[in-house]
C-alpha cells in the first residue's frame, strides 16, 4: 500500500529554511535531510490566503476553498451589539464546506489528521483524527474514533499537556520572560512536537493509511518569540552568552524536526509522494501601527473623554471599553483581522453611515489610510483591499469591510497611543508567502517552481491518492510541479462536488469560560489580540 504523506509546518518560511539547509562555516547543516528535500524534490512559494493568518489558511488547505467559502475568517468571530463587542471561538462546525479527511473517507480511503486547527469537535471518518488548538482537557473528548485516545495513552511518555496548548506554559510572551525563562520557551516546544512526532510515527506503522497528515507547529511559536535568533539578517547582531544559547536552542529545535520528518518519510516508503507546507510565512516586523488611534486622528472614530488618571492609564490596555460608540463610525475589532469594520447606519439618527453613502465613505476613507507615513515618510499601508475583493464568496460579508497590508506585514494593534512607532528590534511577523515541497514518486528535480497557493494543497493529496479533484474546489493541481511522464500517466480527474456539510454529526464540549479565557490570553500574548 502506497501512504500520501503531508506535513504541515506552521508558519515555515524559506527565509529560515535556506540558512539552516545551507553548510556553515564549519561546514555543517542543521537541517540536512530537508537540504536532501531541496536537491532532489520540488519547491515554491505558497500564496497564503487574503490575511495569512493561521486558522483561515490551514482550512483552506483542508477544504480547497477560499476564506469567502469556507467561513474562516480570524481566530474568533466578532459581534457588536449595543456598544458591546462580543467574542466566540469558531470550530470545525462553523466551517461551511467538506474537508479533505471526509471526502477522502467516502471514498474508501483511511486517514489520519493530527494537529491540526478548527478540526473539533470532530466528525467520524475512516482513520483517526486528533485535533489541535484545544486544550488539553478536551483531547479524549475530541479525538475519532472514541478509543483513541486511550489507545495514545498506552504510548511511553504520552503526556497530553505537552501535547494540546498547555495554557499555563504558553500564557507567556518573550517581553515578560526573565533570559531563562526565553530558553525555556523554545525548549517546550521541542518536547511538545515530539509528542506528536510519536503519535504520527505510531499511527503512520500501525494503520498504514492511506493519507498521514501532521501539522507541526511549533516552527510558528518560535518564530514568533525568537525571530531575531533564526533571520539571517539578524542573528549576528547580538553575540552575548545568552543570544549564543538561544541560537543553539532554536538549531536544536530545527535539528529535532528535520529528524522527525526524515523518518515519517522512510517509514512512509519509497514509492510516498510527500508534500510539505505552511500556512503562511514569516517576517520581522519594525513598526507598530495604532490603527484605533489613526482614525481617531482621521476623525472616524472617537475615545472615550477619561475622567481620571486610572481610567486613562486603562486606556492603553482596553479594547473597546473606552470608545465613544456615539463618535465611531470606523473602528478594528481584532488586531489578526487587519481589518476595518464600517458601522452602517440601522435607521436614520443612528450611529453610522447611511447605506446609500458607505461605497463614497469607504473610498474616502481609503484615500485617507493611505496618506499615513512613517518616521521616514513611507506609506504605512501598501495594500487595502475591499472584503469583495478580499472575500469573495457567500461569507464575504462575516469578514471586515476593510483588508489592510501593512508596510512590513505587521499585525495592526487596536490600543490608544502614538500612532506609528518604531520597534527596536524586528518581532516575527505573518508573512504571504509560506512555502511548498514535493518529494518522492513523479516530483520534480531539484528545481523552484512557480508559486502555488494553500487552497491548491487538498487537490495535490486527493490527486496523489488517486482521487478525482471535486469540481467546485477553487484549488487545482499544478502541473508544474510535477513530471511530464508522471502526469501522462497519473491524469488529474475532475469529480462531482463535495457534500454539504452536517454539522450534527459532530460531538460536542464546550470551553469552560476560564479556558476560554485562557485562549484569549494565548492569543493575545502571541499577537493576535490585544
Known amino acids: 500500500m502506497t501512504t500520501t504523506l503531508f506535513i504541515g509546518l506552521d508558519g515555515a518560511t524559506f527565509t529560515v529554511l535556506d540558512d539552516l539547509t545551507t553548510p556553515d562555516k564549519n561546514g555543517e547543516v542543521v537541517m540536512p535531510f530537508m537540504r536532501k528535500i531541496y536537491e532532489n ?46 467574542f466566540t471561538l469558531p470550530d470545525a462546525r462553523d466551517v461551511r464546506n467538506e474537508m479533505i479527511w471526509s471526502i477522502a473517507t467516502r471514498q474508501d480511503k483511511s486517514v489520519v489528521s493530527l494537529n491540526f486547527p478548527i478540526t473539533a469537535p470532530p466528525k467520524e471518518i475512516n482513520g483517526s483524527l486528533v485535533p489541535g488548538f484545544v486544550p488539553w482537557r478536551h483531547l479524549r473528548r475530541n479525538v475519532t474514533p472514541a478509543d483513541l485516545f486511550d489507545r495514545l495513552k498506552k504510548m511511553p511518555g504520552f503526556e497530553p499537556k505537552e501535547l494540546a496548548w498547555d495554557f499555563e506554559q504558553e500564557s507567556k510572551a518573550v517581553q515578560e520572560l526573565s533570559e531563562q525563562d526565553t530558553e525555556n520557551w523554545v525548549t517546550y516546544h521541542t518536547t511538545r512536537e515530539r509528542q506528536w512526532f510519536q503519535i504520527a510515527e505510531k499511527l503512520l506503522v500501525e494503520d498504514e493509511p492511506d493519507l498521514m497528515a501532521v501539522m507541526f507547529d511549533g516552527t510558528d511559536k518560535i518564530q514568533h518569540q525568537a525571530w531575531q535568533f533564526l533571520d539571517p539578517e539578524l542573528v549576528d547582531n547580538d553575540q552575548s552568552d545568552w543570544a549564543k544559547r538561544m541560537i543553539g536552542h532554536c538549531k536544536e529545535y530545527f535539528q529535532e524536526l528535520d529528524a522527525a520528518i526524515e523518518k515519517l518519510v522512510n517509514l512512509a516508503g519509497p514509492d510516498a509522494q510527500v508534500f510539505l507546507a505552511s500556512d503562511h510565512g514569516f517576517a520581522g516586523s519594525i513598526i507598530q501601527v495604532k490603527i484605533n488611534a489613526i482614525l481617531c486622528e482621521l476623525g472616524y472614530l472617537g475615545w472615550k473623554e477619561a475622567d481620571d488618571s486610572a481610567s486613562g492609564a486603562r486606556r492603553e490596555k482596553a479594547w473597546f471599553a473606552n470608545l465613544d460608540w456615539k463618535k465611531t463610525i470606523a473602528y478594528c475589532q ?119 497557493y494553500v487552497w491548491d494543497i487538498p487537490a495535490m493529496l486527493l490527486h496523489s491518492m488517486g482521487l478525482p479533484v471535486p469540481k467546485d474546489f477553487e484549488g487545482a493541481v499544478p502541473s508544474q510541479m510535477f513530471t511530464p511522464e508522471f502526469l501522462a500517466a497519473n491524469p488529474v480527474v475532475t469529480g462531482p462536488e463535495t457534500e454539504s456539510v452536517d454539522d450534527n454529526s459532530a460531538k460536542d464540549e464546550k470551553m469552560s469560560k476560564e479556558e476560554q479565557e485562557n485562549l484569549l490570553k494565548q492569543l493575545e500574548l502571541l499577537g493576535y489580540m490585544e
Open 41 to 86: 524534490g520540488v519547491r515554491s512559494k505558497l500564496l497564503s490566503t487574503p490575511n495569512p493568518l493561521t486558522p483561515p489558511s490551514w482550512v483552506s488547505i483542508m477544504t480547497g476553498r477560499s476564506p469567502g467559502h469556507h467561513g474562516i475568517l480570524d481566530f474568533l468571530r466578532a459581534d457588536e451589539r449595543d456598544g458591546e463587542i462580543y
Open 334 to 452: 481584532t488586531p489578526s483581522s487587519n481589518g476595518i469594520t464600517i458601522r452602517i447606519a440601522s435607521r436614520p439618527g443612528m450611529p453610522g453611515v447611511k447605506p446609500s453613502e458607505y461605497e463614497a465613505f469607504r473610498d474616502k476613507l481609503i484615500q485617507d489610510l493611505y496618506t499615513i507615513t512613517d518616521d521616514e515618510g513611507k506609506p504605512v499601508f501598501t495594500n487595502i483591499q475591499k472584503r469583495e475583493d478580499a472575500y469573495p464568496g457567500p461569507c464575504m460579508r462575516e469578514a471586515p469591510d476593510l483588508l489592510l497590508e501593512l508596510s512590513d506585514f505587521g499585525f495592526v494593534s487596536i490600543t490608544d497611543g502614538p500612532t506609528v512607532e518604531k520597534r527596536p528590534i524586528p518581532l516575527g511577523t505573518h508573512h504571504p508567502e509560506g512555502i511548498f515541497m514535493g518529494y518522492g514518486k513523479g516530483f520534480e528535480k531539484n528545481k523552484f517552481a512557480d508559486s502555488c
